[in-house]
């Protein structure tokens, strides 16, 4: 082959091992760069043996003004990179990868001074194949391919800025030994999975802005939004937690929602089979998308970890800390008449319905076809699945630094369900909400209204005046109502009153009760007067008589409860009737009687 020929027929190529041809003395070992140049597909160097003469002679005729084709490393670079994009178009004989190592093998071992980066230029492979400068690249750290995957679907690029994997692990194993050092020095940056992690969430971000409706252009990065969260539990687990917040969220109305401390629903199909039904309670934008379900697999439950990282309630129904339970909440919660002005319960764990006082309520209390689901749900699922809404237990808080100790219900919702009015009726004004009533509350009339006084009769069983307990006793908030007109139906008296439970009967001074629970049990003791007397009525020898339908007539001195007394006066009266009376004191009319201590005979 001729050293010197026509533009365009090969010729011979003398290498020589240095920086350039530029360099008067030689750098490297000879036998590498004869050996990378014979790997080309483009270069020709003279015979092995004989590369050392030949370069001194075409040092000779290059001083006499031939054009003589002399490569150092630089040029050597330059002719197999020509016009290559791409790793595969680098114009070598052998594996691409490997003449590359080879190369940078021979560029590590130059003397320092020189500026390798120049000789590099278009030389290096990204992950994805593409030919690259080094300040174009960085070092791969051990990103997993799973993440590079999920990045790219979202719209990062990161295979494109890291340098080839399989280039960067050949080494010391291949034989060349300083292939690490000169990449470490050329491309001193590198990336990490976090740094990917946070890339990725930062690019979601920007393009899922919170509130914005999910359209077709966002389906890959919607798809790659759920991936991240799923290859976040299986890296990095509960730890994951402050990236997993960051990451958008797709919701049951199509739009994209963001991590609140207030937390979003599960997805329906993730609730409870008979929750599931109800899901029109909740506003659509605060429920998770069914596809945070369809992901899930038996090595990632992506719902596990929506709540383990504190983003998602998994069922409406729950059972954890409430951070605090102010007094008004507290006074709904609260066994008995006890005053809880000030008073605050604080991480306290009760049965809750997951946002029900927040949102759940506002979104019924305008709505009666809602607030019917919403008192369905309670009535369906809610009680039924939670024992602890029939459940108390004792509890200590502190008003003014002294322990305050408390009875309070287990069932949180309970306490909400009546601390709000959420049912909406219709009114003269158009829909009205309308406020539960709290338990013990009465539905009758004021209390003033039921203050009896018992017939006079009767009075002489009544415990003394000088008691501080009169007869009736003051009634209670649940107060039973006296049965006026029932009781003139009935042929009953009207000292006997009924409480609204059905379960509570007030005869005189005996109180009768059917089946109840504690609560009741409670109620009970608490009408019955000091010296009365508590009837069963489940009991065979305790069943209430059967009270005539009409009260036969008596003759006068049978309902008068006084008797005629030797010495005493008796006088008549216009009928020609005899009845008693007391020195002293004016008889009365056997067929009047005192009504409320109002009306008297005259």
């Known amino acids: 082959m001729p050293a010197i020929a026509d533009l365009g027929s090969p010729i011979a190529n003398f290498v020589l091992p240095r920086y350039s041809r530029t360099v008067s003395e030689d750098e490297v070992p000879e036998s590498d760069v004869w050996e990378l140049a014979c790997n080309t597909s483009v270069l020709h160097p003279p015979r092995r043996e004989l590369t050392s003469n030949w370069s001194d002679l075409s040092y000779g005729w290059g001083s006499l003004g031939m054009s003589i084709s002399r490569m150092g490393l630089k040029e050597i670079g330059e002719n197999v990179r020509a016009d290559a994009e791409r790793l595969e178009e680098l114009r070598v004989r052998d594996c691409p990868r490997r003449w590359l190592a080879q190369y940078l093998d021979i560029i590590g071992k130059l003397p320092p001074g020189h500026d390798c980066t120049d000789l590099l230029r278009g030389l290096l492979p990204n992950q994805k194949g593409e030919l690259c400068s080094p300040s174009a690249l960085k070092r791969d750290s051990g990103i997993s391919d799973d993440l590079k995957d999920i990045a790219e679907m979202g719209g990062c690029d990161v295979r494109g800025r890291l340098l080839d994997t399989e280039l960067a692990e050949m080494g010391a194993e291949e034989g060349f030994t300083t292939l690490p050092t000169i990449l470490a020095k050329e491309i001193p940056g590198t990336l990490s999975e976090d740094q990917v992690l946070d890339e990725c969430l930062n690019h979601m971000g920007q393009e899922l802005p919170d509130g914005q409706k999910a359209g077709e252009e966002g389906t890959d990065i919607i798809e790659a939004s759920v991936r991240l969260l799923a290859h976040i539990w299986t890296a990095k687990g509960e730890e994951g937690a402050s990236l997993a917040r960051r990451c958008p969220l797709l919701t049951r109305e199509g739009s994209i929602g963001r991590y609140t401390p207030k937390k979003i629903m599960a997805p329906v199909s993730a609730w409870h089979e008979r929750a599931r039904s109800f899901a029109d309670i909740y506003v659509p934008g605060r429920v998770l998308g069914d596809i945070y379900r369809d992901r899930c697999t038996d090595s990632c439950d992506l719902i596990a970890a929506l709540v383990a990282w504190g983003?998602?309630?998994?069922?409406?129904?729950?059972?954890?800390?409430?951070?605090?339970?102010?007094?008004?909440?507290?006074?709904?919660?609260?066994?008995?008449?006890?005053?809880?002005?000030?008073?605050?319960?604080?991480?306290?764990?009760?049965?809750?319905?997951?946002?029900?006082?927040?949102?759940?309520?506002?979104?019924?209390?305008?709505?009666?076809?809602?607030?019917?689901?919403?008192?369905?749900?309670?009535?369906?699922?809610?009680?039924?699945?939670?024992?602890?809404?029939?459940?108390?237990?004792?509890?200590?808080t502190k008003r003014s630094g002294e322990n305050v100790s408390l009875t309070v219900r287990e069932a949180l919702w309970v306490a909400e369900l009546q601390r709000r009015a959420w049912v909406p009726m219709e009114g003269e004004k158009g829909i009205e909400k309308v406020m539960p009533s709290p338990p013990e509350r009465p539905l009758s009339p004021p209390r003033a209204s039921l203050q009896r006084q018992r017939p006079a009769s009767r009075r002489s069983a009544s415990p003394s005046s000088s008691s501080k307990r009169h007869w009736p006793p003051p009634l209670p908030r649940w107060a039973p109502r006296p049965l006026h007109k029932a009781n003139k139906r009935q042929g009953l008296s009207d000292d006997r009153y009924e409480v609204q439970t059905d379960v509570l009967h007030l005869e005189g001074r005996a109180v009768r009760h059917g089946p109840c629970d504690q609560a009741g049990a409670e109620q009970v003791r608490r009408l019955c007067p000091p010296d009365g007397e508590i009837i069963d009525t489940q009991a065979e020898s305790h069943k209430p008589p059967r009270q005539p339908a009409e009260q036969p007539y008596r003759p006068a001195e049978a309902v008068h409860p006084l008797r005629i007394r030797p010495g005493e006066a008796v006088r008549g009266n216009r009928s020609g009737e005899a009845h008693p009376r007391r020195p002293g004191r004016r008889a009365e009319p056997p067929g009047i009687r005192r009504r409320h201590g109002a009306e008297k005979a005259r």
Not at 324 to 352: A, I, N, P, W, Y
Not at 378 to 385: C, G
Request: aromatic share 4%; proline share 7%; hydrophobic share 40%.
């Open 311 to 396: 983003i998602a309630v998994p069922d409406p129904l729950i059972v954890g800390p409430r951070g605090e339970v102010d007094d008004q909440l507290l006074r709904s919660l609260v066994k008995g008449e006890v005053d809880v002005t000030g008073l605050t319960l604080r991480g306290e764990t009760f049965s809750q319905v997951a946002l029900l006082g927040t949102e759940v309520m506002q979104r019924c209390e305008d709505n009666q076809d809602r607030a019917s689901l919403l008192l369905g749900f309670i009535l369906t699922y809610v009680a039924p699945n939670d024992p602890l809404w029939r459940q108390h237990r004792p509890v200590t």
